[in-house]
Structure formats: C-alpha cells, structure tokens
C-alpha cells in the first residue's frame, strides 16, 4: 500500500511563500510521475505542477515563474516551493503518483492566502 504525506501547508500573506512537501511510503524513482493538484471551494481539482522520473518538469500557466517542484530521492519526498502567493492559490493542494498500473493521492494539505 502506497502512502504519500503532505506537509507544510498554512495561512500566508498574498506575496509570500510556502513550501510543500511529500513524502513517499516507498522509492519515488518506482512511480513514472510525481506533482501536485489542487481544488479550491466550488472548483474541480487541477494540475498544478509536475516531475517525471528523467526530471522533466511542467507546470499549469497559472502559476510558472512562482511555483517550483523538485525531489530530494534520498528522503523520497517532493516539494513544491510557492513564492508570491496570491489569494486565487487558496486550496487544498494534493500530492499525486502515477505507476505503471495505477496512481495514488495524498490527504491534502490546506494552503489559505489571506491578509
């Protein structure tokens, strides 16, 4: 059984940053990809970043040149540092593996932008 944990979500001022983490129950070079979605109140969730097992990574336009996701393998853990935070990045943001025969989600991790 795969586990992924979240952590580091929280309430920040608009123009500030945090940084999540997820940490994998096993070997995050076993998945073909790794990343993040989120779903705000009322929305469907969305693609927010991604990092393949080469390291490619790629990201929803909404927030390219604020969002960054990078892995530490020998913790088996992702991050996604978010800088200049505004309040449309308000949601609960969920880690996500892909395998080659299924995917997995963390429980999420609540992340409110607010002044």
């Known amino acids: 059984q795969v586990q992924l944990v979240e952590s580091g979500g929280g309430l920040v001022q608009p123009g500030g940053s945090l940084r999540l983490s997820c940490a994998a129950s096993?070997?995050?070079?076993?998945?073909?990809?790794m990343g993040w979605y989120r779903q705000a109140p009322g929305k469907q969730r969305e693609f927010v970043a991604r990092?393949?097992?080469?390291?490619?990574?790629s990201y929803v336009d909404s927030v390219k040149g604020r969002f960054t996701i990078s892995r530490d393998v020998a913790r088996n853990t992702v991050y996604l540092r978010m800088d200049s935070l505004q309040p449309d990045d308000t949601a609960i943001y969920y880690c996500?593996?892909?395998?080659?025969?299924?995917?997995?989600w963390g429980q999420g991790a609540q992340v409110t932008v607010s002044s």
């Open positions: 996500h593996a892909v395998d080659v025969r299924t995917y997995y």
């Open positions: 096993r070997n995050i070079f076993s998945f073909n990809a």
């Open positions: 990092i393949i097992s080469g390291g490619f990574t």
